[in-house]
Nanobody
């Protein structure tokens, strides 16, 4: 059983930074890709960033490239999302996801989400 627990969300002014963390547990999680998705009110959930099981490969949606950085600590089974230069349109519930793949497919496992609110 894979469990994902997010933390680090909150309220920040535009231009500010936040770092999200996702602690993953389960015997298979170390071999999984990990990713972040988000869902704004009234919108569909969308992909934000992903990192391979090895940590060597990352992917980002275009709108966050150069502002967000995904990383993972394999020893701690934790994935991070460093978010800089935040914009009001980044406001959403952010979800951690895990699976053999998390890009272009629906991941197998999801966290409960953490709210990020960016004020203008």
């Amino acid at each position: 059983q894979v469990q994902l627990v997010e933390s680090g969300g909150g309220l920040v002014q535009a231009g500010g930074s936040l770092r999200l963390s996702c602690a993953a547990s389960g015997r298979t999680v170390s071999s999984y890709a990990l990713g972040w998705f988000r869902q704004a009110p009234g919108k569909e959930r969308e992909f934000v960033a992903a990192i391979s099981w090895s940590g060597d490969t990352t992917h980002y949606r275009d709108s966050v490239k150069g502002r967000f950085a995904i990383s993972r600590d394999k020893a701690k089974n934790t994935v991070y999302l460093q978010m800089n230069s935040l914009k009001p349109e980044d406001t959403a519930v952010y979800y951690c996801a895990a699976g053999p793949r998390v890009v272009a497919v629906t991941p197998l496992h999801w966290g409960q989400g953490t709210q990020v609110t960016v004020s203008s």
